[in-house]
T-cell receptor, first 114, second 113 residues
């Protein structure tokens, strides 16, 4: 089955720790995205990548980092600099970054800071 | 900048009622417009889309028409079911600039039997 796999589904972190959320896709898509979802605020773009070895900051990139070393993988690291990291994180991909491209989403990772 | 505004929720309806969820947008250029649906604990799924003015997107009984003159893309369904209970997101995408979807804040729909 083609799709996007995010792991872990639930993650607990102590303050001051970095954590990495995994996102893998087997759809052969060029573009990948990370969104953060908070109650009542919809989805906000953290980072996106249109092609391997390239990525751009979204609207709320501070305190996050990404890499895109392989086409199928786009991990997100939530660093200790992120002041309010408790949220639901969604990874998505599309064939290419463009006007009509449908985004395919993973099932999300819920991060809680203790 | 580009933005999407949706009506506040939750919207609570009885089964078989008519549904409208309002969505308006602001964009520099001519965006494509989307509705996504999120069921509890899951990621988002594309419900329908429209890529140019006056296009009508439709899927599973849901419809939305791209109205350039009113910059709107309202979601409608003639007869909702309990299984339609979810959060609905309106979004836009441009083929210039950062080329990522911009989402509205989402509208929760609760359908009661």
């Amino acid at each position: 089955d083609g799709g996007i796999t995010q792991s872990p589904k639930y993650l607990f972190r102590k303050e001051g720790q970095n954590v990495t959320l995994s996102c893998e896709q087997n759809l052969n898509h060029d573009a990948m995205y990370w969104y953060r979802q908070d109650p009542g605020q919809g989805l906000r773009l953290i980072y996106y990548s249109q092609i391997v070895n390239d990525f751009q900051k979204g609207d709320i990139a501070e305190g996050y980092s990404v890499s895109r070393e392989k086409k199928e993988s786009f991990p997100l690291t939530v660093t200790s600099a992120q002041k309010n990291p408790t949220a639901f994180y969604l990874c998505a991909s599309s064939i290419s970054a463009g006007t009509t491209g449908e985004l395919f989403f993973g099932e999300g990772s819920r991060l809680t800071v203790l | 900048g580009d933005s999407v505004t949706q009506m506040e929720g939750p919207v609570t309806l009885s089964e078989e009622a008519f549904l409208t969820i309002n969505c308006t947008y602001t964009a520099t250029g001519y965006p494509s417009l989307f509705w996504y649906v999120q069921y509890p604990g899951e990621g988002l799924q594309l419900l329908l889309k429209a890529t140019k003015a006056d296009d009508k997107g439709s899927n599973k009984g849901f419809e939305a028409t791209y109205r350039k003159e009113t910059t709107s893309f309202h979601l409608e369904k003639g007869s909702v079911q309990v299984s339609d209970s979810a959060v609905y997101f309106c979004a836009l995408s441009l083929d210039t600039g950062r080329r990522a979807l911009t989402f509205g804040s989402g509208t929760r729909l609760q359908v009661q039997p």
